[in-house]
């Protein structure tokens, strides 16, 4: 009787200790979806305060069907979203928008792991994080991710990829992106013309793209190139405020090498502002 009484005691006081419902245990995360928890609560983890899923099965728990998913890629559909993850370039399209996954994607026993609330973002679902419990819930329904067509400016993704292709071809991807920032950031700032095109042939101080009159702008730009203009319209910025770049060799003899602020070194191109 006295075990059986010591036992009942002990339970007790776990009982009391635990919050009511469900909780995550330590180092992992609830989800529910539509109030019903997932199953891919029980793979999820958080690092550095984002939470990671398995990408396909979350993809499927939103709704899509998966066509391909491995370690490096994933391909999924489910009504009016397309969806394409290339852990190798660190890029998701979504209905042709290119979304930057930089330092963001996880490969883990041959399964890819993506950010829950991009993959959110883009299915259209509504997503909240409940501290207490440390849970996740999740609402689905909304409009998927807007397409490309729609939300990339025509004129601007085909001057903006031609001078990334002309400037950085070489370049990986994230040199290619960082030049596309220059480009848009000159357009933010009031010192330059307000739109790329104008950026692009701006001539007030001299010629500020050498490729834009001697014709390498007009030629047809990389995937990559391509890529990257869309990331930056995106709002991808590798280089904060950099408003100038010149080649690391020209760099200490250039004007803005002598006149500007560094701030870093991409491939073979140095950026200030």
């Excluded at 070489?170 to 307000?194: C, H, T, Y």
């Amino acid at each position: 009787m006295r075990k059986i009484a010591k036992l009942c005691t002990a339970l007790l006081a776990i009982a009391l200790i635990l919050p009511f419902g469900r909780a995550a245990a330590a180092g992992g995360v609830e989800i529910y979806i539509d109030n019903e928890r997932a199953f891919i609560s029980d793979s999820a983890f958080i690092e550095s305060g984002t939470t990671y899923v398995k990408a396909p099965d979350a993809c499927r728990q939103l709704g899509a069907e998966i066509s391909q998913a491995d370690a490096q890629t994933l391909t999924a559909s489910a009504p009016g979203l397309s969806l394409n993850i290339n852990a190798k370039k660190t890029v998701m399209n979504a209905n042709g928008r290119y979304l930057w996954l930089a330092d963001r994607i996880f490969e883990k026993d041959g399964v890819m792991y993506v950010p829950l609330r991009t993959l959110c973002d883009v299915f259209g679902a509504q997503i909240e994080w409940d501290g207490a419990t440390r849970s996740i819930h999740i609402i689905t329904g909304g409009e998927p991710i807007m397409p490309g067509s729609e939300f990339y400016n025509a004129d601007d993704l085909y001057w903006l990829s031609r001078i990334i292709e002309a400037e950085a071809g070489g370049e990986k991807l994230i040199g290619q992106i960082a030049v596309g920032n220059v480009v848009i950031n000159r357009v933010v700032s009031s010192e330059f013309p307000d739109t790329i095109y104008g950026v692009i042939f701006d001539k007030k101080y001299g010629v500020q793209f050498t490729p834009a009159y001697s014709g390498a702008v007009y030629n047809t730009p990389s995937e990559n190139a391509v890529i990257a203009a869309c990331l930056a319209m995106e709002g991808t910025n590798i280089v904060d405020n950099s408003l100038y770049f010149v080649t690391v060799k020209v760099a200490p003899y250039s004007w803005a090498g002598r006149n500007c602020e560094f701030v870093t070194q991409l491939g073979c191109h140095n950026f200030y502002v």
